[in-house]
């Protein structure tokens, strides 16, 4: 059975840090990998999706990389602001599953001004 | 742009009642999934679908239904409510064909008193 571990589960850092959070998961057979942000209250919003055949992502400030053979992502979030402060969850996914998703618990950011 | 669209947002139930929480996306996605997120956690998958007329448990499916009778609606049927059942549901739809991501809609937040 897939487990994904997100550490830590929180985070709190001053305004203008480079982070990395940490996404790690048993099962390397994986078919993707994907980064959300939920912000309180809200639904996920998509923020990466890594392919299995991929070693990183790039959007804006946000860069994910995906080491499938140690089972492990991270995702780096350059020149935080306060509006990055949401909880931060991934998700690993299988094909051969009908594309279901595993998720961590997330890690809750605070960027403070 | 619709995407993957959920009602009630809110709902509060007492113990014994039912309801059905809608989920439709205007994707043409052939697979479509429903998680329930408890505090502080991740996702759990309920149940998913891989297309029109087929349905199967996810991971924490008791005390559950799901039907689907179309491509575009995924409906989730809570019978004989439990507060054990409070979460927040999020519905969640994919492309079949290649490696593609998953689109969350906004979540229905259920309380059972």
């Known amino acids: 059975k897939q487990e994904v571990t997100q550490i830590p589960a929180a985070l709190s850092v001053p305004e203008g840090e480079n982070l990395v959070l940490n996404c790690s998961f048993t099962d390397s057979a994986i078919y993707n990998l994907q980064w959300f942000r939920q912000d309180p209250g809200k639904g996920l919003t998509s923020l990466l999706l890594i392919q299995s055949s991929q070693r990183e992502q790039t959007s804006g400030r946000l860069n994910a990389s995906l080491d499938k053979s140690s089972g492990r992502s991270t995702l780096y979030i350059a020149a935080s602001q306060p509006g990055d402060s949401a909880t931060y969850l991934c998700a690993v996914s299988k094909e051969t599953n009908a594309g279901k998703s595993t998720f961590g618990d997330g890690t809750t950011l605070t960027v403070k001004p | 742009n619709a995407g993957v669209t959920q009602t009630p947002k809110f709902r509060i139930l007492k113990i014994g009642q039912s309801m059905t929480l809608q989920c439709t996306q205007d994707m043409n996605h052939n697979y479509m999934y429903w998680y329930r997120q408890d505090p502080g956690m991740g996702l759990k998958l309920i149940y998913y679908s891989v297309g029109a007329g087929i349905t199967d448990k996810g991971e924490v499916p008791n005390g559950y239904n799901v039907s689907r009778s179309t491509t575009e609606d995924f409906p989730l049927r809570l019978e004989l409510a439990a507060p054990s059942q409070t979460s927040v549901y999020f519905c969640?739809?994919?492309?079949?064909?290649?490696?593609?991501?998953?689109?969350f809609g906004q979540g229905t937040r259920l309380t059972v008193v």
């Open positions: 969640a739809s994919r492309q079949r064909t290649g490696n593609t991501e998953a689109f």
